[in-house]
């Protein structure tokens, strides 16, 4: 309740909740005492007072400990409430909050890795060098972690953070457009989902990303698996029709050929000849879109 919540701060609360995770050795009742920190967190001064008591870092060293999940959960909750204010975004990042929050997608914890996401999430509004450490975490884990129960997380996660704008770059930047396309292609069925979903947002970045993305896309139609060809088939339309109608500075429907012809006619015309039906299926669409007279031209080179 929020009048409480002014209540325990005005009564001198949080300073002792803090000395607890700062100054005694109780690992018993540190969960107890991220809970309540989250919930005092809920009002908006309260977050400031909570930094300003020294309880950024102990909460992200909780992350860290050899406490219960449900702790760090609890601590990544606190964290999340904290990062609404964004000088406690920054102090956040100075106590390495970012990599101690992706580490809990290692936990195989549904409820531990909502809330770092959550956290993870506000971390990142309006924050330029935020978004870029978080990219960056993510990235290695997904490139790293053995964890399939992590890369569907972090996949996840990746796709939510990149429906934001502000986000796409700092993704793009950071390497995600390979891995995600490995998980597109061998991830699990949630991972695959999200992988595809991530690949249409970041292809709306700029007009750039998305040749990226058809590069990375387009291998895998050479696949010997069916239904990896299938899924790269689909997220190829999805990501040309994305860079087109997505204010990247393309236009229909050159703008789409432009993406598709960005290595020349000469591949697609070898997916007519050679390649399997999903990669000549998406050959002719593609070339249909090639309206403009240099276009035809490499057409007919080809």
């Given at each position: 309740h929020p009048a409480n919540q002014a209540a325990v701060a005005a009564e001198g609360g949080i300073v002792p909740l803090v000395a607890i995770l700062k100054e005694y050795h109780q690992p018993e009742v540190y969960g107890e005492v991220a809970r309540a920190l989250w919930r005092v967190g809920g009002h908006p001064p309260n977050q400031?007072?909570?930094?300003?008591?020294?309880?950024?870092?102990?909460?992200?060293?909780?992350?860290?400990?050899?406490?219960?999940?449900?702790?760090?959960?609890?601590?990544?909750?606190?964290?999340?409430?904290?990062?609404?204010?964004?000088?406690?975004?920054?102090?956040?990042?100075?106590?390495?909050?970012?990599?101690?929050?992706v580490a809990l997608f290692e936990l195989d914890s549904i409820s531990?890795?909502?809330?770092?996401?959550?956290?993870?999430?506000?971390?990142?509004?309006?924050?330029?060098?935020?978004?870029?450490?978080?990219?960056?975490?993510?990235?290695?884990?997904?490139?790293?972690?053995?964890?399939?129960?992590?890369?569907?997380?972090?996949?996840?996660?990746?796709g939510a953070l990149a429906t934001n704008p502000d986000n796409r770059g700092a993704i793009a930047d950071a390497g995600a457009i390979p891995p995600l396309v490995r998980q597109l292609a061998a991830g699990s069925s949630a991972a695959q989902q999200s992988a595809a979903a991530a690949l249409f947002q970041i292809a709306r970045h700029s007009a750039r990303t998305p040749v990226a993305i058809v590069k990375e896309l387009v291998s895998l139609l050479g696949s010997h698996t069916v239904a990896v060809r299938q899924r790269a088939a689909a997220?190829?339309?999805?990501?040309?029709?994305?860079?087109?109608?997505?204010?990247?500075?393309?236009?229909?429907?050159?703008?789409?050929?432009?993406?598709?012809?960005?290595?020349?006619?000469?591949?697609?015309?070898?997916?007519?000849?050679?390649?399997?039906?999903?990669?000549?299926?998406?050959?002719?669409?593609?070339?249909?879109?090639?309206?403009?007279?240099?276009?035809?031209?490499?057409?007919?080179?080809a």
């Open positions: 400031l007072a909570i930094a300003h008591a020294g309880g950024i870092t102990p909460l992200v060293h909780l992350l860290a400990q050899s406490v219960s999940v449900e702790a760090r959960r609890e601590a990544a909750g606190a964290l999340g409430v904290l990062a609404q204010q964004p000088e406690n975004r920054t102090a956040i990042a100075r106590a390495n909050g970012m990599p101690a929050l531990a890795a909502e809330q770092a996401a959550s956290a993870l999430t506000t971390l990142a509004t309006d924050d330029v060098a935020n978004q870029r450490a978080i990219a960056t975490e993510l990235v290695a884990t997904l490139n790293d972690s053995p964890s399939v129960a992590a890369q569907e997380q972090v996949t996840k996660l990746l997220a190829l339309r999805e990501v040309v029709l994305a860079s087109a109608f997505a204010g990247s500075g393309l236009a229909m429907p050159g703008g789409m050929a432009s993406v598709v012809m960005a290595d020349g006619a000469e591949p697609l015309v070898a997916f007519l000849r050679d390649g399997y039906v999903e990669a000549q299926e998406y050959a002719l669409w593609s070339l249909s879109l090639s309206t403009e007279p240099k276009h035809k031209i490499a057409i007919l080179e």
